[in-house]
């Protein structure tokens, strides 16, 4: 992908986001509070209920998220799937129950506190959530000053490049965000949540509207994260992601967890619920998804 087109005004903006860009070797970063042990999960929700008014979209959730690996949750729309990850990335309260992030319970937890916790903590909105009134490299550029202070203008610049590389985004970045389309939108999320590699990084429907080339990047984005040991949860219906990064996955419906466990466990349940959702959720993808159809066909009841 080629520089873009940036005016001489704004080219403070600009950013080589050729394939070869990388970090400088001098940006360490630097946790801001003491991440537990690797075997105390990045989230713990306990008896989560979460209120809407008179809606219920979550209703007594217990789930533990292990570090480290990557869970998918999978439910049919209206599931209550995004108010689930929202929860457990503490974007929304829950009514009753207890949520812990990195071993640190979110409630009862001060601005500040808070504010040190998003710190390690990225998440991709389904609906791209940008920032209208900054260009589209200040969204991706924001997290970086907040998160990595001690970087140079030009190391942030260098990150950008690095993060973009790979790519096919053309868009000149001095720009608002409301020239992009839907699933232009949604890979500068992507890249805004992922650019300071936090170690918990959540994805609501990150694929959603991107075309092929971008989901490709995406996947190959999230492989390098799960070997660099970083936590993933993403709400996906993606037959792809859950085949090629899934170590886990959730299973909803009606706003409760019917099943969690590798892709091997749930399909092999004996639970008929569970087993309607994972192939409602998947549809015609088992019929011809060599990965998946490989993992449910040999599943064996449990």
Do not use: C
């Amino acid at each position: 992908m080629g520089e873009p087109d940036v005016s001489d005004e704004q080219s403070e903006h600009a950013v080589d986001t050729t394939a070869n860009a990388a970090a400088p070797d001098d940006a360490v970063e630097q946790p801001v509070f003491e991440i537990p042990g690797f075997e105390t999960p990045a989230v713990e929700l306990e008896s989560v209920t979460v209120e809407f008014d008179d809606f219920i979209p979550v209703a007594d959730a217990s789930a533990a998220i292990e570090r480290g690996k990557t869970t998918a949750i999978m439910g049919l729309s209206g599931s209550g799937k995004s108010t689930l990850l929202k929860v457990a990335a503490g974007l929304i309260p829950a009514a009753a129950g207890r949520v812990t992030i990195l071993g640190v319970p979110i409630r009862p937890m001060s601005d500040g506190e808070m504010i040190e916790l998003r710190r390690q903590v990225g998440f991709v909105f389904q609906e791209g959530a940008l920032w209208q009134n900054m260009s589209i490299y200040r969204n991706i550029e924001l997290p970086l000053e907040h998160q990595e202070p001690e970087l140079t203008r030009q190391q942030r610049r260098d990150r950008i490049a690095a993060a973009l590389a790979g790519f096919r985004f053309a868009r000149d970045l001095s720009l608002r965000p409301s020239i992009l389309s839907s699933g232009e939108a949604k890979v500068i999320s992507f890249v805004r949540a992922t650019v300071t590699k936090p170690e918990l990084i959540f994805l609501d429907e990150p694929t959603t509207f991107v075309d092929r080339s971008n989901q490709t990047r995406m996947v190959e984005r999230l492989r390098a994260l799960k070997r660099d040991g970083r936590t993933l949860v993403i709400v996906t219906h993606n037959s792809k992601i859950a085949a090629q990064l899934a170590d886990r996955v959730l299973v909803m419906a009606d706003g409760a967890i019917l099943g969690h466990g590798t892709l091997q466990q749930v399909a092999a349940t004996d639970d008929e619920r569970v087993r309607e959702v994972l192939h409602e959720v998947l549809g015609d993808a088992i019929a011809y998804d060599e990965d998946l159809l490989s993992l449910l066909g040999s599943a064996e009841p449990i």
